[in-house]
């Protein structure tokens, strides 16, 4: 067609902001029971990811003993597969949630006990997939029953749930999010599969290799480490691990949700109109940039409503 071009294959930041913001608002929509199960899913997915990471970092210790940062470096290599299957399949995972929530609240998009309603549902989905997995189909399994798994299982529990000091758990815990969110954000603003998976690989890559902490990866690594004989409580994981890695993943989520509020948020207006073409989950998951109930300057609500995915030149240039 003359005159015309595709559209880009990265949305804007401003474009990805108020995609988080109209996600919260199809979050905030969505039945509790779907939101349960979502989260039950995503901590299943996550949970093979981890898993993928144990078996090669627990079944590589020569490799250790010479090059313990080439371990890192594979361990944390395969673990992303699991967010980019929560991502592509559009579950709910808590560690994500704490960045689009507050976003949609900010602008007041959703009441603000939208915010610990979804969080609380999220959560124990989240766990309740991540203990399923370890017990089930990890440890009644058997398949990782036999050494060097059994002791690497109950060691990398120790490291994470018990040697380390509440606060540092706690630093840990926003590196980690900030990354997370970062690698959310930009499968947000990717319009192909390839680069969403490209989006997300490189900074949980980055998390993993470096050790920092995600509350629901450790759902499924620290109850596994205990259910082999790991020297830990559960009230001690709890105490420590669970509550220092929930609170730093919200401070690491906040500092990309914060800052894309006030860069990008400032002159935009949410309309309490139906989300048109926004399936729930979508706006992360699928053409984030394309979904109405949107005002922004310069432009209608009708003309958002129906804008399309082949770009004029003229639009295409349009800042």
């Known amino acids: 067609m003359p005159g015309t071009m595709e559209p880009p294959s990265t949305l804007k930041p401003a474009e990805v902001a108020i995609a988080m913001v109209e996600t919260g608002v199809a979050k905030h929509r969505t039945r509790p029971d779907k939101v349960f199960l979502k989260a039950v899913a995503a901590g299943v997915m996550l949970s093979f990811g981890g898993l993928l990471s144990e078996i090669i970092s627990g079944g590589s210790a020569g490799i250790n003993a010479q090059n313990p940062g080439l371990v890192k470096i594979l361990g944390g290599a395969v673990f992303p597969v699991g967010l980019v299957m929560i991502v592509l399949q559009g579950q709910e995972l808590l ?4 960045m689009i929530h507050p976003m949609a609240i900010l602008k007041g998009a959703i009441p603000w006990w939208s915010l610990p ?6 959560f124990f989905g989240n766990l309740c997939g991540s203990l399923f997995f370890a017990g089930v189909l990890v440890r009644a399994s058997g398949i990782i029953s036999t050494e060097p798994y059994i002791t690497y299982a109950k060691t990398f529990a120790l490291h994470k749930a018990k040697d380390p000091q509440w606060h540092q758990i706690f630093l840990r815990g926003i590196g980690c999010n900030w990354l997370v969110c970062v690698a959310v954000w ?10 969403k998976i490209v989006a997300i690989w490189i ?3 980055i998390f993993v290799s470096c050790a920092f902490d995600h509350i629901i990866a450790n759902m499924f690594s620290v ?6 004989g790991a020297d830990l409580t559960v009230g001690e994981y709890i105490s420590k691990s669970l509550f220092a890695s929930f609170f730093g993943n919200i401070v690491g989520a906040l500092l990309v949700a914060l800052p894309a509020w006030y860069f990008y948020l400032s ?6 109109t139906e989300l048109r073409g926004l399936e729930t989950g979508e706006g992360v998951n699928g053409n984030a940039g394309d979904s109405g109930g949107r005002t922004t300057p310069g432009s209608s609500q009708e003309g958002d409503n129906k804008k399309q995915e082949v770009y004029t030149i003229e639009n295409a240039g349009r800042s």
């Open 95 to 98: 560690t994500s949630n704490m």
């Open 117 to 122: 309603y979804n969080w609380l549902i999220v």
């Open 186 to 195: 930009q499968a947000a603003g990717a319009r192909d599969t390839i680069s």
């Open 203 to 205: 900074p949980i890559w």
């Open 223 to 228: 109850p596994l480490g205990i259910m082999f």
């Open 267 to 272: 002159d935009y207006h949410y309309t309490d």
